[in-house]
């Protein structure tokens, strides 16, 4: 559980600092990025990571589990049944 906390603590700063990266890059070109896309860069950052390694872990479990053992063993008896 530390793991987790620690690790979304991680991405939660990494997300705040390429934000403030991306708005100070964006703003020496001299284009103002409003409160509204410095939230909207920063919600990206922190939602598409966190939604990434949250499917994947749940790939793992489902592996891990054995769920994806049974689902082949039931899809290889249906092309099976429809082969007799």
Avoid: K
């Avoid at 991405?11 to 890059?25: F, K, S």
């Avoid at 994947?56 to 099976?80: I, P, Q």
């Amino acid at each position: 559980m530390v793991r987790i906390l620690l690790a979304i603590a991680l991405l939660v700063l990494l997300a705040g600092l390429m934000t403030w990266g991306i708005a100070a890059y964006v703003g020496a070109e001299g284009i103002r990025l409003g409160t509204h896309g410095v939230i909207a860069v920063f919600l990206c950052l922190v939602f598409v990571p966190g939604i990434t390694f949250g499917l994947m872990f749940l790939v793992r479990l489902s592996h891990d589990r054995g769920f994806d053992e049974n689902a082949d063993s039931v899809g290889r008896r249906r092309e099976r049944d429809d082969q007799d």
